[in-house]
């Protein structure tokens, strides 16, 4: 159980660093992404950016099971 939870917290900590990076190249504004705007709210849906995401992680994925 302990090992599980350090390894989650490992994924956890390095989903963060990654978004942090992916932020530096615009992968989180892509045209897709869903994004309102008003006066005293902020609603953000990265729509397209979740797409590229699952297809690059699935094919990651797909090759190191192969």
Sequence with gaps: MAKMLIIAGL???A???GWLM???FQL???PG???VER???QFYLPLATSIVLSA???LALW???R
């Design 33 to 35: 992404d869903i994004v």
């Design 63 to 65: 090759l190191l099971n």
């Design 56 to 58: 690059v992680l699935t």
């Design 39 to 41: 006066e005293r709210f």
């Design 22 to 24: 992916l932020e530096k």
């Design 28 to 30: 989180g504004r892509l």
């Design 11 to 13: 994924l956890l900590a």
């Design 15 to 17: 989903a963060g660093l």
